[in-house]
């Protein structure tokens, strides 16, 4: 098989799989810079589905250091494995094998002097470079470390881009925050996200394997990690020399406060050490609350407990029982205040509809794990994850459908409202969650949860059937893939669905709700959508000026055939379909709009014809009306013919008196 | 208003005298019309329209027929005797009855020649709308016709 050339800079070799280096999310080959030597590369085949953090790709742009395998471009590339476009990263291949080859490998413990020199002094300065551009690396595991060379001193940090942040990692290496959440909605999280995962990350590689190779029930596994705590769970039985168990409490703790930052870890590693406090659990009540048929002691096991138990937490919230756990033996008031704040007072919520229990069990549960991952009808995202998971989920109807509910619940407002300070990028999110959920309801193309998916996911490619194999993630691209479609002897019934719409709607500043609009409504004109349809993908074409596309335009013309029939005048009729083939070769979709959709000449013919009718109808009644008189005709002669009799006579007889009385006067 | 009808009744009676004294005096005259004019008298009898059309065609043919016997009569001998040789000629006959007979003639042959010249000119007219009716459906489809218009129930929004 040939190479793959990327943007003519890569040439990736499709016959030399480097599987030692793929991830989860992708494969990889062997890849060599067309330019200028930047040492050894590979490129990762991606798999088309899994959203991409292409925002962090441009973020870690001139990202300094040896200890992290670094992406240095992206694309999109014909794929002749799968027979389709798939995106492409391309990444600086580690020198060195990975560190573990799956989660379920097992390897030599590392020593101390190992760890620390070798992993965690870069490890730290690396997150702190992370820290440093507002990034987190959310993708740090056993199984995503390198070593940077063949003498296995050095270990580095795997990429981190290929996939949504925490889509990866099993839940052992995910804080209580973001493991809360579905895989896909994990969310970016904060630097302590990923000091959690550095620190379950160290304990593998003390212990030489995974701490917790098997979890039975992820349900029962998070209960027991929130009320006794991630370090217990996760460290369990595991012989830890006491050096390291300072590090693994500060970084394993659950308390965000109690957590090291990156300052603590680094004085460690430089040499500090303080003995190792016990593990911060949270505050119980004074008793228990039954939710689901399990004692819950603190706020976080309840609101697991709610979120979980939905169906029936309604009833458990209403209840008085709920009331004066709350007030009385949990005793806390800023939970108090959270409460009143997301649902209100206890009147408020005990006079709650039960048409209403999913958001307002959504909001309490919000109330009382602020931290965690918005929860509503069994759905579990970060406001970040939202548009991942809908991406990867979008094809499955039950999960499209938790989404899209979370999204109209309008219980965003009580997130935003309960949270302190909240980063640029998540109010940027949540702007965007708040001008889609209006349109999720609009039935048209253009909007419904198709276009929440490409406003939440401003780099995610267009799903649409008839074009997701080309992978296009630009609406400049939407002409050049639509005309590889026309190509095709099998055409979809119109060049533009809902996704189609949608992801213009969403990616396109030059196509707005004006423009997609029409589409929603039908009128009785022949062709009527497939004219809408030439409207906006004209706009498109002269918008991005990316070149003629034939095959469209005589798809286009097939499409809008009724409406040149639909022409009166067939003289005109014929005249316009000549101009709509020339048009049509041409390849620009204006010059066939301009043909179709000058309502002047519509106009007129209309007019004209309604003339004809009634010129033809007039004609018939006037022949009508001579057949009759013809009929009539010995009637109608009877009378004039002997008015003319009459009239000859007297003309006669004048002329002939006249002459006769001349003559004889003479 | 007794005034004005009581005047009227007299121009009645004076142009009754007038006449009256013009057929004493001329009675030769009245003797030839009236029996010179019988085909006449005929038509009139016979016609039943309103317009006496028929009365008209007769009468004017007939009265040219008789024309030369009046002139006759004026010119030579105003006299019953001259009156009656003139009937005594059958000539004189065959000229007043021939005439009449031509009123006669031209008043039954004139309908059956603007019979023919009407059906002539509508059938022109009919076939000119026909060509019209022709050049619409050559120009606009059948549709134009109301026969089998798919088309107008189409192009309603159009």
């Given at each position: 098989m040939a190479p793959v050339i990327l943007k003519e800079l890569f040439e990736i070799d499709d016959s030399v799989p480097?599987?030692?280096?793929?991830?989860?999310?992708g494969k990889a080959y062997a890849c060599k810079n067309l330019g200028e030597p930047q040492g050894d590369l590979m490129a990762m085949i991606c798999e088309p589905s899994i959203p991409m953090r292409?925002?962090?790709?441009?973020?870690l742009d001139g990202f300094p250091g040896t200890v992290l395998v670094k992406c240095i471009d992206s694309g999109v590339v014909n794929w002749a494995t799968s027979g389709r476009r798939q995106p492409v990263l391309i990444f600086e291949k580690p020198a060195g094998s990975r560190v573990f080859e799956t989660m379920e490998s097992v390897?030599?413990?590392?020593?101390?002097?190992?760890?620390i020199t070798g992993f965690l002094t870069p490890a730290v300065a690396t997150l702190r470079e992370f820290a440093t551009r507002g990034l987190t690396h959310r993708n740090i595991r056993p199984s995503n470390l390198f070593y940077s060379d063949d003498s296995a001193?050095?270990?580095?940090?795997?990429?981190?881009?290929?996939?949504?942040p925490g889509y990866n990692q099993p839940l052992i290496f995910e804080s209580l925050e973001c493991g809360l959440a579905v895989e896909m909605g994990r969310g970016v999280g904060t630097p302590a996200d990923d000091l959690f995962a550095l620190g379950v990350t160290l304990l593998s590689l003390l212990i030489g394997r995974n701490p917790v190779p098997q979890i039975e029930d992820p349900y029962s596994f998070m209960l027991n990690r929130i009320n006794t705590g991630s370090y217990a769970n996760i460290v369990g039985n595991h012989r830890i020399q006491m050096n390291m168990m300072e590090l693994l409490r500060g970084l394993l703790t659950d308390d965000l406060a109690e957590r090291w930052p990156l300052a603590d870890v680094q004085l460690w590693v430089s040499g500090r050490r303080l003995t190792p406090k016990q593990v911060k659990l949270p505050a119980k009540a004074a008793r228990p609350i039954p939710i689901g048929g399990f004692e819950h002691e603190n706020v976080r096991s309840a609101a697991h407990g709610l979120s979980l138990n939905w169906p029936i937490a309604g009833d458990v919230i209403r209840g008085q029982d709920f009331d004066t756990w709350i007030r009385r033996s949990l005793n806390d008031e800023v939970i108090l205040n959270n409460l009143n704040k997301a649902a209100g007072t206890a009147q408020a919520i005990q006079s709650s509809p039960r048409a209403d229990d999913a958001r307002l069990v959504a909001k309490v549960v919000m109330a009382l794990d602020a931290s965690g991952p918005i929860r509503h009808k069994g759905f579990a995202s970060?406001?970040?994850?939202?548009?991942?998971?809908?991406?990867?989920?979008?094809?499955?109807?039950?999960?499209?459908?938790?989404?899209?509910d979370l999204i109209t619940s309008g219980i965003l407002k009580q997130w935003l409202a309960l949270q302190g300070r909240v980063k640029t990028e998540l109010m940027n999110i949540y702007g965007t969650l708040e001008k889609i959920q209006p349109m999720v309801a609009l039935p048209g193309p253009g909007f419904g949860i198709e276009r929440c998916l490409y406003e939440l996911n401003p780099y995610g490619h267009c799903i649409s059937p008839m074009i997701e194999h080309l992978y296009i993630t630009q609406t400049s691209e939407l002409i050049p893939a639509l005309e590889a479609v026309a190509h095709d002897e099998n055409l979809p019934p119109m060049p533009i669905d809902r996704h189609i719409a949608a992801f213009l709607a969403a990616h396109s500043e030059h196509i707005d709700e004006r423009i997609l609009r029409p589409l929603t409504h039908k009128d009785n004109r022949p062709a009527d959508e497939a004219l809408k349809v030439m409207r906006i993908l004209a706009r498109v074409q002269s918008v991005y000026s990316n070149g003629s596309a034939p095959n469209l335009c005589l798809w286009l013309k097939d499409l809008t055939q009724p409406a040149v029939d639909a022409f009166n005048n067939i003289r005109l009729r014929e005249q316009i379909e000549r101009q709509v083939v020339q048009a049509s070769e041409t390849g620009f979709i204006v010059a066939l709009m301009r043909i179709l959709d000058d309502n002047k000449v519509i106009d007129l013919d209309k007019e004209n014809y309604r003339k004809a009718q009634q010129e033809y109808k007039q004609c018939s009644a006037q022949i009508h009306r001579m057949d009759i008189g013809l009929e009539q005709k010995e009637n109608l002669a009877g009378e004039l013919g002997e008015q003319v009799a009459a009239v000859i006579s007297g003309v006669i007889g004048s002329i002939g008196a006249t002459v006769f009385v001349m003559l004889y006067l003479v | 208003m007794a005034t004005s009808s009581a005047s009227a009744s007299s121009t009645k009676a004076i142009i009754i005298l007038i006449i009256v004294g013009l057929l004493v005096f001329t009675l030769p005259t009245v003797l030839v019309l009236m029996a010179g004019m019988i085909p006449s008298f005929i038509a009139y009898a016979t016609d039943r329209r309103r317009e006496k059309y028929k009365t008209l065609s007769v009468g004017c043919m007939n009265f040219l027929g008789l024309l030369p016997l009046l002139t006759m009569l004026w010119t030579k001998d105003h006299s019953f005797d001259m009156a009656f040789s003139l009937f005594a000629d059958p000539f004189s006959w065959l000229m007043v009855l021939g005439a009449a007979a031509a009123g006669w003639t031209i008043f039954l042959i004139a309908p059956s020649v603007v019979a023919m010249f009407l059906s002539a000119r509508i059938e022109l007219s009919v076939d000119r709308l026909k060509r019209r009716q022709n050049k619409l459906i050559e120009e606009w489809g059948d549709g134009v016709s109301?026969?089998?218009?798919?088309?107008?129930n189409t192009d309603n929004g159009g």
């Open positions: 480097l599987a030692g280096y793929d991830s989860p999310s292409m925002d962090q790709i441009t973020a390897i030599t413990p590392l020593t101390d002097d190992q760890i001193r050095l270990i580095m940090l795997g990429e981190c881009v290929s996939a949504p970060h406001i970040d994850g939202i548009g991942p998971t809908l991406a990867v989920v979008f094809q499955d109807d039950i999960l499209r459908k938790q989404v899209e | 109301g026969n089998n218009d798919t088309r107008s």
